[in-house]
């Protein structure tokens, strides 16, 4: 009898295109809600899922100058409608903290490596949920434990998108990428 596993990842750079050119700097264009839904969600930076992704953890890591720098980010999941586009969901609006802990990144595109300028997100709370099932957080509020991470069900979604806003003003964290781990 074949034994039955759940399939298992590593963290990957969730926005790959934003990983190649130095991580997301800015406040994102935002999807709308009115039209720019129903458009096909893959022309953005997204994280294309495998058929045997059941869930995910997402967490975050970003460039700046102080403990407790914050960002805004709304994470939309592409589910895959009759047209053949990729329509988007909102799953969750999310604000967080970055902490003191350092990133372990290294990155194969730059060669940039855990050099004590990246830190990661220890503190996240959710403002507003959409998901059909709840979305968790994980290690909350103390990096020193290892990173806040969002974690739930992808429920048969194709792609994750995280939009981002509140990106590089007073404040806010300098440059920020989301990591996923599927299972």
Request: proline share 4%; glycine share 10%; charged share 20%.
């Amino acid at each position: 009898m074949p034994m039955m596993t759940t399939m298992q990842s590593g963290f990957h750079p969730m926005r790959p295109e934003a990983f190649k050119a130095n991580d997301v700097t800015a406040d994102d264009t935002f999807l709308d809600g009115t039209t720019t839904f129903i458009a096909d969600l893959t022309a953005r930076d997204v994280f294309m899922l495998g058929p045997e992704t059941n869930g995910v953890e997402i967490m975050f890591d970003a460039s700046t100058g102080v403990d407790g720098d914050t960002f805004s980010v709304t994470i939309w999941e592409g589910v895959r409608f009759n047209s053949g586009k990729c329509v988007a969901l909102q799953v969750c609006d999310c604000t967080g903290a970055i902490g003191a802990a350092f990133s372990p990144r290294s990155d194969r595109f730059t060669g940039r490596t855990g050099d004590g300028t990246r830190y990661i997100c220890g503190d996240l709370t959710i403002t507003a949920q959409y998901h059909t099932k709840t979305v968790g957080i994980a290690n909350n509020a103390d990096s020193s434990e290892g990173p806040a991470r969002l974690v739930f069900d992808t429920l048969g979604a194709e792609c994750l998108y995280a939009e981002f806003s509140a990106v590089g003003g007073a404040n806010e964290v300098e440059n920020i990428m989301p990591w996923i781990r599927t299972f």
